[in-house]
């Protein structure tokens, strides 16, 4: 079973348009992370999120984790090329071990 | 400041052969973490070291992996012997500590390929 399910899979999106993705978890999360990823490269740190209600944001990027701290979603404004690549949520489940996502491929049409 | 070191970038061996990878952590990072990603997936978490001991290998295959940090620095990951589906991406980061409060730094990755 997968511990964080991200939605969708895949996006394609026109520049300028605005977007969200999700990263869900039936269990408590403890310390909340987005990372970018090109591919065949690692992981870019976003932003970690750890306080129920929490909002973070860095540049057009604003990362948010509910109430109950077991989902959190990732918003882009305006979409630009360079926002191109994998999104990665990855969590302490429960206290108990690091887990990522599925991850999100995004794509960005000029 | 340094990044996370991998060596080498690109490996590919045929299958029952052994591989081993090199990471160099961020300097004065007590936690190191090794990391399979599979084409499509997630990153998922072999192994995870604070100084030289294991912190958790739950999801190591512990039949054909092993892993060492022996000095609390350096660690290395070996494979042997490698199977087909072992083809991935082997991640490295680091981290001051072990606790969900600290950022997790990534290096470049190895990407294995086994044919």
């Known amino acids: 079973s997968q511990e964080l399910e991200q939605s969708p899979q895949s996006l394609i999106v026109q520049e300028g348009k605005n977007l969200t993705i999700n990263c869900t978890s039936s269990k408590t999360l403890y310390g909340l992370y987005w990372y970018k990823q090109k591919y065949g490269e690692g992981l870019i740190f976003l932003m970690m999120?750890?306080?129920?209600?929490e909002e973070k944001s860095h540049e057009k990027i604003t990362a948010k984790l509910d109430e109950k701290k077991q989902q959190s979603s990732l918003h882009i404004t305006a979409s630009q090329p360079s926002h191109a690549g994998i999104y990665l949520c990855?969590?302490?489940?429960?206290?108990?071990?690091?887990?990522f996502g599925t991850g999100t491929s995004l794509t960005v049409i000029p | 400041e340094a990044g996370v070191a991998q060596s080498p970038r690109y490996k590919i061996i045929e299958k029952r052969q052994s591989v081993a990878f090199w990471c160099n952590p961020i300097s004065g990072h007590a936690t190191l973490y090794w990391y399979q990603q599979i084409l499509g997936q997630g990153p998922k978490l072999l192994i995870q070291f604070q100084n030289n001991g294991v912190v958790d290998d739950s999801q190591l295959p512990k039949d054909r992996f092993s892993a060492e940090r022996l000095k609390g620095v350096d660690s290395t990951l070996k494979i042997q012997p490698a199977k087909l589906e072992d083809s991935a991406v082997y991640l490295c980061?680091?981290?001051?500590?072990?606790?969900?409060?600290?950022?997790?730094?990534f290096g470049p990755g190895t990407r294995l390929t086994v044919t």
């Open positions: 980061a680091s981290s001051l500590a072990a606790a969900s409060s600290y950022e997790q730094y």
């Open positions: 999120l750890q306080k129920g209600g």
């Open positions: 990855g969590a302490d489940i429960s206290g108990n071990q690091f887990y």
